[in-house]
């Protein structure tokens, strides 16, 4: 029997861009899963608009947040959200800290802001590093930057990213043989 691949929808809101390269990410080893995923960011599709096998949602944080808008997205299509499996991730500096008591932070900022959902439950969480540049980010936001204990840089992690999609997959879409991307065949 042929088994449809599973569709999962990775949606994302972003102000400087690195929650999109790690959404695209995200998909790409989804592929390897035999998923077909798409990735939107919340301002194209700012209501869920066609049926998904399940839903990654992830935001850059801000002071603790996501960003306004994922917080608004995250309302608007609540009904939705419940029916399926979702799994959440934040991208911040925060997670870039090499402190393991940061790190707890940034883990339970993201945890606050899914239980402030009302109802949302998760089957997978992350709070992933992401970069510190000024494109993208507000005045405001650049201020609070240059204080920032961090240098200039790309803190992403992609062999988080890849473990934490190889850890949340089967529990969202179902214990399907993982495939190597590069030549198509199982693993």
């Known amino acids: 029997m042929i088994q449809r691949l599973k569709q999962v929808l990775v949606i994302y809101a972003t102000s400087s861009g690195c929650t999109a390269t790690i959404a695209r990410r995200i998909a790409d080893d989804l592929i390897g899963f035999a998923a077909n995923p798409t990735v939107v960011s919340m301002i194209e599709m700012p209501s869920i608009n066609k049926d998904f096998d399940a839903v990654i949602f992830?935001?850059?944080?801000r002071l603790g947040k996501w960003h306004k808008e994922a917080r608004v997205w995250m309302q608007n299509n609540f009904d939705y959200l419940v029916r399926v499996p979702v799994a959440c991730f934040s991208v911040g500096l925060l997670s870039a800290n090499e402190h393991e008591s940061a790190q707890a932070q940034a883990q339970r900022e993201l945890e606050s802001q899914v239980s402030a959902t009302g109802g949302i439950h998760p089957v997978g969480m992350v709070a992933l590093p992401g970069w510190k540049r000024n494109e993208g980010f507000t005045k405001m936001e650049q201020i609070a930057l240059r204080v920032y204990p961090l240098g200039d840089g790309d803190y992403r992690d992609w062999d988080k990213v890849d473990e934490w999609v190889l850890q949340v997959t089967p529990?969202?879409?179902?214990?399907?043989p993982q495939v190597n991307n590069s030549l198509g065949s199982l693993i």
């Open 58 to 61: 992830g935001s850059g944080m």
């Open 171 to 176: 529990k969202l879409i179902g214990n399907l």
